[in-house]
């Protein structure tokens, strides 16, 4: 009985266990993941009520908070395991399941059930795309000229080129009859260039130095470009999206011409004996 009822002083009571303290640093990239969150799920509720363009407002801006959520927790050093798997949940709503709705709601479901299979092929795509993003980003053995590409086009990419055919709509061209097909098949082509082993252009690790007479010229384009995609988003979109689409063979051509160079690197190292030390 006295182990069922163990003796205790008045005041030895066992105090309740309180959680470690987080630091903000590993809050903050988590705290900009969820707002790309929010920001494609409420574009899913503009498609919803037809305002198209501000729902291609909101995956941009998703677009964006998850270009700026891994910079600051590399930035800050707070990157970890959790803010790895609530980016890759995130990025699957806002560049996975929000593209392919508003496309169906856009236009595809003029297709009916084989509208709805192209935007269910879209989100699975995209799916397996950050699948496999995952598993390769923790590859020890991969080059590291490598990291300036990706394997097969990213997934906000792929859902900003996605939504190409309703950029060009809202710009006011009349689509013309047989346009849903049309835009199914480009549906489709995203979504195989996005689960593709196409190499294109990651930019990661470009310009890691920038050159001191460059600075005050690099911030000036940026903010140009910036004011540009604000005032013009639609053209700027558009324009954008076809310079990406035109840039693929290019980025496979310099994959190749690096493999190459790579490969006879490591083939000299292999036949060049080792020195007498």
């Not at 790895?84 to 297709?111: C, H, K, M, R, T």
């Amino acid at each position: 009985m006295t182990d069922l009822f163990p003796p205790f002083e008045p005041g030895d009571e066992p105090r309740p266990r309180r959680f470690k303290p987080v630091p903000l640093r590993v809050l903050l990239p988590n705290l900009v993941t969820l707002l790309s969150l929010c920001a494609g799920f409420t574009a899913m509720r503009m498609a919803v009520e037809g305002r198209f363009e501000t729902a291609v407002g909101f995956i941009l801006l998703a677009a964006i908070l998850d270009g700026l959520d891994g910079r600051l927790a590399r930035l800050l050093k707070g990157t970890s395991r959790f803010g790895a798997e609530l980016d890759s949940l995130a990025d699957f709503l806002s560049f996975g399941v929000a593209p392919a709705f508003i496309l169906y709601q856009f236009g595809l479901n003029d297709l009916k059930s084989f509208g709805w299979l192209v935007a269910l092929l879209f989100a699975i795509a995209a799916s397996l795309r950050l699948a496999r993003f995952n598993v390769m980003i923790d590859d020890p053995t991969r080059p590291e000229w490598k990291k300036n590409f990706f394997v097969g086009i990213p997934a906000p990419a792929g859902a900003l080129l996605a939504l190409l055919p309703v950029y060009v709509h809202l710009l006011g061209t009349v689509r013309p009859s047989g346009a849903s097909a049309l835009e199914a098949l480009y549906v489709i082509f995203v979504a195989f260039m996005m689960v593709s082993r196409v190499p294109t252009y990651a930019g990661k690790t470009f310009g890691s130095r920038v050159p001191r007479e460059w600075v005050v010229p690099l911030f000036g384009g940026v903010v140009f470009l910036a004011g540009l995609l604000a005032t013009y988003t639609l053209e700027m979109l558009t324009i954008m999206s076809i310079a990406y689409l035109v840039l693929i063979p290019v980025g496979v051509q310099n994959y190749r011409k690096k493999e190459r160079e790579d490969r006879a690197r490591r083939a000299a190292a292999a036949t060049t004996p080792p020195s007498n030390a």
